[in-house]
């Protein structure tokens, strides 16, 4: 994107505007920039990253204040002790690179491992990784940070020290998690249940432990968190609460810098997060493999394109997980399930009916991937065109829910993300493994300039809602508002016997397609309310329009929002 030129007042208030479609369930507000813009998981988050970029900061100074302010103000969602995928176009050069700052694997001995509770793969220090977002951040801003690392760091340190509010739907994944929260770890428990009870909406939290904890971060970059007494007392915890995290573990923890993955489209040149993230394996090439449909005259969500999709995306899903990992060929086989005769495959047998399924695959399907994983995104473009598109994690709400003593950081439980049943899978638990995970940042560009940005948490549901809302305005042209804004959907892929294909939406899903859905082979399940945001999370997107202006959509499914100058 050439740069954007600079309005002759100065700074203008971002335009918020309303959008509403006739059909549309959830409304989507976008809002209007001229020079830069940020979206991102709470107001506050947001406010943070804005600040930077009017301050003169870039994109990846006011990714490293968002990053870290979510961390503070969405605790259950991700944080220092998480994940980070992170996108960034370079508009001098027009490339895209990814920071891979996934949690790896600390040190353990498999076999030892596989003979504790299975519980202990999901709570508490022995489902812990070794955290990867403190370290994305500081080899992303080593690389492309104009402001210095502590001004970037400080907004989050402040708001720690002063308080996040919780907001209405903040508290609903409190109240998710009550009984995590209140499972036996104290320092969780200091700061998220207050008087030991659930923080009502409007409450002000301070967490001075994560303020310190960041102003160390703040002061000596990213040693700050992996060694010193930050790194001490998380290593202290593991050592007595049967973690797998040792110093030498998080001392030679590096995020890496790598190519992204992606496909042409209609046109366009769809980019996505590699291997340890397997999301993109499912979406980019069901994506594909429906580019040469003409879907009839119905709209994409009429009973026979769901159908469609759905057959699609039976073999898609299965194929993602069965060869995607933290190794080398990940990548190679990435590139397999996208060539033309993969594609081919894939089209012939979405051209088959809905048969009953009679055997499991084995593709190393861990169980609680299929829980909503606790996840945020956001998207930051600067003045001169620089993207971040970036997602972040704690595996599931509130992680490992638990707090090494005095860093006031929600670990990750991102050990639950592995494989423990095939020695061969390239999800396999091993020590320095990063687990794979569903998290995709996305790009779309159109002859090397972009056109959108998105990403959306919510575990399985991330690629479908990626695929549902890119189709929706790819291919049916539908104003993103619209796509973002309509009936949620997914697909439910069995992989036991006597389990049924399961088409799952919210609940304005229209009745005649439903029963039309059913008479086609498909279970329906209507799960939640419109707009809920539970299952169907908050898609969150930035539209890059021709005239050089930026349009920020926040779905209000989670607590999102948009501001831009």
């Known amino acids: 994107m050439a740069p954007i030129r600079s309005c002759l007042v100065g700074f203008v208030v971002a335009i918020a505007v309303a959008i509403r479609g006739e059909a549309t369930p959830v409304t989507i507000v976008s809002v209007a920039a001229t020079h830069g813009i940020?979206?991102?998981?709470?107001?506050?988050?947001?406010?943070?990253?804005?600040a930077v970029l009017k301050s003169g900061g870039n994109a990846i100074d006011a990714a490293v204040a968002t990053s870290l302010a979510l961390g503070v103000a969405e605790p259950y969602a991700s944080g220092l002790g998480g994940k980070l995928?992170?996108?960034?176009?370079?508009?001098?050069?027009?490339?895209?690179?990814?920071?891979?700052?996934?949690?790896?694997?600390?040190?353990?001995?498999?076999?030892?491992?596989?003979?504790?509770?299975?519980?202990?793969?999901?709570?508490?220090?022995?489902?812990?990784c070794v955290p990867g977002l403190a370290a994305g951040l500081w080899l992303a801003h080593r690389k492309w940070g104009a402001h210095p690392w502590a001004s970037d760091v400080e907004p989050a340190v402040a708001l720690a020290e002063t308080g996040f509010a919780v907001l209405p739907k903040s508290r609903e994944f409190f109240d998710e998690q009550l009984k995590k929260?209140?499972?036996?770890?104290?320092?969780?428990?200091r700061w998220y249940l207050p008087n030991g009870e659930l923080p009502a909406a409007g409450t002000i939290l301070r967490n001075p432990d994560l303020a310190t904890t960041m102003a160390l971060l703040a002061t000596h970059g990213r040693d700050g968190f992996y060694r010193g007494p930050v790194g001490a007392a998380i290593?202290?915890?593991m050592g007595k609460n049967g973690g797998l995290v040792t110093a030498t573990d998080l001392a030679n923890y590096e995020a890496r810098l790598v190519d992204p993955v992606g496909i042409t489209f209609h046109g366009f040149e769809i980019q996505s997060t590699p291997p340890?993230?397997?999301?993109?394996?499912?979406?980019?090439?069901?994506?594909?493999?429906?580019?040469?449909?003409?879907?009839?005259a119905g709209p994409l969500r009429s009973a026979a394109t769901l159908d469609l999709i759905g057959r699609v995306w039976r073999s898609a899903e299965p194929a993602g997980y069965r060869v995607i990992g933290d190794a080398p060929e990940s990548r190679f086989y990435f590139e397999k399930l996208i060539a033309?005769?993969?594609?081919?495959?894939?089209?012939?047998?979405?051209?088959?009916?809905?048969?009953?399924?009679?055997?499991?695959?084995?593709?190393?399907?861990?169980?609680?991937?299929?829980a909503v994983g606790a996840t945020t995104h956001f998207i930051i473009v600067d003045s001169h065109g620089n993207i971040v598109c970036a997602t972040q994690s704690l595996s599931v709400h509130f992680g490992a829910g638990v707090v090494p003593p005095g860093t006031g950081v929600v670990l990750n439980n991102s050990m639950s993300n592995f494989d423990f049943d095939d020695p061969k899978h390239l999800n396999y638990v091993a020590a320095g493994r990063r687990p794979r995970s569903t998290i995709s940042p996305t790009l779309v560009l159109r002859g090397g300039r972009p056109v959108l940005a998105l990403g959306v948490p919510g575990s399985t549901r991330i690629p479908t809602s990626l695929l549902e809302v890119l189709l929706d305005r790819l291919v049916w042209n539908r104003p993103l508002a619209e796509a973002i804004g309509d009936t949620r959907f997914h697909y439910i892929i069995p992989w036991k016997p006597g389990e049924e294909e399961t088409f799952e939406a919210e609940q304005s899903f229209p009745a005649t397609q439903a029963n039309a859905?059913?008479?086609?082979?498909?279970?329906?399940?209507?799960?939640?309310?419109?707009?809920?945001g539970k299952k169907f999370s908050g898609?969150?997107?930035?539209?890059?329009?021709?005239?050089?202006?930026?349009?920020?959509?926040?779905?209000?499914?989670?607590?999102?929002?948009?501001?831009?100058?």
Not at 517 to 532: D, I, P, Y
Request: proline share 6%; net charge neutral; glycine share 8%.
């Open 38 to 50: 940020v979206v991102a998981g709470h107001p506050q988050a947001t406010a943070a990253g804005l």
């Open 85 to 128: 995928m992170l996108l960034y176009f370079e508009a001098a050069t027009r490339k895209t690179y990814v920071v891979d700052a996934m949690d790896a694997c600390g040190s353990l001995n498999v076999v030892d491992y596989l003979k504790r509770p299975a519980a202990d793969r999901s709570y508490g220090y022995g489902s812990a």
């Open 181 to 189: 929260l209140r499972r036996g770890d104290p320092e969780i428990a």
């Open 235 to 237: 290593v202290a915890a």
């Open 276 to 296: 340890p993230s397997n999301g993109s394996a499912m979406f980019l090439p069901a994506l594909k493999a429906l580019e040469d449909e003409s879907f009839g």
């Open 340 to 370: 033309p005769d993969a594609i081919r495959e894939l089209r012939a047998k979405a051209a088959l009916s809905l048969p009953p399924r009679t055997e499991a695959a084995s593709i190393g399907f861990p169980a609680i991937e299929r």
């Open 517 to 532: 859905l059913r008479a086609l082979g498909w279970k329906v399940l209507l799960s939640e309310a419109a707009g809920q």
């Open 539 to 565: 898609l969150n997107a930035v539209e890059f329009n021709a005239d050089g202006t930026l349009s920020g959509f926040a779905d209000p499914r989670r607590s999102n929002t948009a501001a831009g100058y």
